[in-house]
């Protein structure tokens, strides 16, 4: 690499040293501690585990301070240069062509000190990310604005060009407030809050009993928790802390999000005590997906992902997920990848069997366990009767809302069901297609398509079975056709 | 000057490719004899340990286990059936931009994976395919397993000129790319 230095060589921030410091007594307590709790517990030998404990303290600082003062890296023209290593020295040179994706973080810990944890995602034969733990917040945007203008253009922009054009940000064309935010939360799915609050209780309630601090038998727990006004209580607690989970993940995650249109590619930004960073370059995105459901139908909301492929080349995937979308949030986002929208030149339904045959089959079941249930617990038969309806509903609106729409250089697949669930991909981001036929699917012509890309698949079911054939020959012909980069 | 009708000449659909009119290859035949020696190796030992557990396990469990090896043979020659039913409908393909696989008796899947989109490949000998000189020929792509591609028995040195035609096709589109 040739040495013509942006920035010359320096160590990170002094900030860094803490953050490696507890690194290092991480790997250090996970490696030695039930050698400290046998020599505590069992053999209650404490000037050895004092010696011990000293060992860790004094070991994890003097390797991290020669972990620190050992790592150098350095920006030029073409690219960043670290020098890295305790023991083995090791030199690794990555050109800004190469880099795939620069993400920037902030914890707390970040926020006060004023740096920036750096992620690097570079193309190689294999994983190959390199972290910078705490670097000075002016250096990281240098160094990404300096790799978004490399990888944009050959020509070189100047230090000072860079600086501006950090300074003077696009307006972003998502901006998610405060009370979105809150109003996205209320309507987000408790249910998912729910599980991980019963997941700790449990937890905490079976520690507790290790410990002898509950003493209740198995009978008077379930005494009590059967108990209605305890289970009211119970219930009434466990929805309103679901909710406020839901609420604060929602809040904390995406707090002040932004989503940058930045040359040809986007930046999010987002968080209240962690802010996460993500540059996706427009090459990488394989899917964006939106998706509601009937409370955040109400409000005018969608959750849009954007999922990317990561410099991993055995196929990661990565995503980012947007809250509280608008539909013109979801249309500047659509427009910046996939250009305006125009009229698609083919758009094919899945066949009715899809449904016709789900409802016959569903009859089949129903009719049997009705007459079951009638004659040993008839009063169930209405809640089975509702469950069986509302099975049926729901396969009929999935069959209503399945398409799949060609454009010029993209599909675009909707299965919805009852939420919207939309999802758009280029023809070039596809890695292979599947038609399969079921036998059924065989006497009645039909088959399923899946498109597999680097972002998941995409499935299409009941297509008439020559239709998918020609589906299948375009996409290839696109693909194969295609000189653009797909990731 | 560019020809109009050179530079962006019109498609129609029925212009394209079509994998229809393709001549796919049938998969050795040798790949049934393994999968049959397979099954049979797995299915003896299961039968084995059944019935040493019937001689000499716990007598109330003796009726049960009679159904359950009973259960286990006629699972031995349904599996049997489908290996030499299947066997016909796997089939392979290369063209010049991608590799065909059909596969399935009861579910027929026809996969196209585009030589671009190969992250690589390998050729897997197990001792089995060693003993009747096939191979298996592993295509791995970005789309993650679910769209990786797998074909047993592909006799082993044309395994071997597949791979090496693929990983020069993949190789010839990245540079166009």
Known sequence: MKRSDVLPPQRQSIFALGLMLFKMYKVFFKALWPALVLLLVNNRNYTLAII????????AIVLAVIKYYRFQYSITEEGVAIESGIFTRKH???????????????????KICDVVKVNIDSAGSGKEEIN?????????????DLALAKKGSNKVESNQDSRASFAKEPAPIVHIRLWDLIKAGIVENHFRSGGVLLFIIIGFYDRLRELKIIDYTEEEVADIIMGATYLMVFIGLFF????????????????NLRLVRRGDGFIYRGGLLTTRQVSIKDHKIQVVTWKDN?????????????????????????????????????????????GESNHPQEVHYSDKRMFTRFYLYIWLIFLPVIALLAYYIPHIVPIVTVIFLLMVLLRYFAWHN????????????????????????????IQSVECEQS????RKDLATLTIYSAGGNLRFPYIPFNVGKQIMDKLLYEVERSKLPWM | MIEKDTFNPQLTIDALPTIEDVLFTNISKKLLWKNIINLSIFFFILMTLGILFYLFGESDFKEVLEYVLIGVLVLYIVFIIVQIKAIRFKQYALRSKDLLYKSGWIWRRTTAVPFARIQHSEVVRSPFDQLFDI?????YTAGGSSSDLSISGIPEKRAEKMRAYIVRQAKLQDEEE
């Open chain 2, 135 to 139: 191979a298996t020929l592993k295509i």
């Open chain 1, 439 to 442: 036998p059924y699917q065989r």
């Open chain 1, 132 to 144: 910078f733990d705490a670097i000075s917040a002016h250096d990281a945007r240098l160094f990404r």
């Open chain 1, 92 to 110: 690794t040179d990555i050109p800004f062509k190469k880099i795939q994706t620069i993400d920037f973080e902030q914890s707390i810990y970040h």
């Open chain 1, 52 to 59: 011990l404990l000293g060992v860790i303290l004094v070991g």
């Open chain 1, 240 to 255: 309103f802390l679901s909710f406020l989970i839901s609420l604060g993940r929602m809040a904390l995650k995406n707090y």
């Open chain 1, 402 to 429: 399945y398409s799949m729409a060609i454009h010029a250089d993209h599909l675009v697949i909707n299965k919805s069901v009852i939420g919207k669930n939309i999802s758009m991909l280029h023809f070039h981001k």
């Open chain 1, 294 to 338: 009937l409370l955040k139908r109400l409000i005018g909301f969608n959750d849009v992902f954007i999922k990317h492929a990561s410099a991993d080349r055995t196929g990661k995937k990565s995503s980012v997920k947007i809250p509280a979308c608008q539909q013109h949030h979801i249309a500047s986002i659509t427009r910046s990848i996939y």
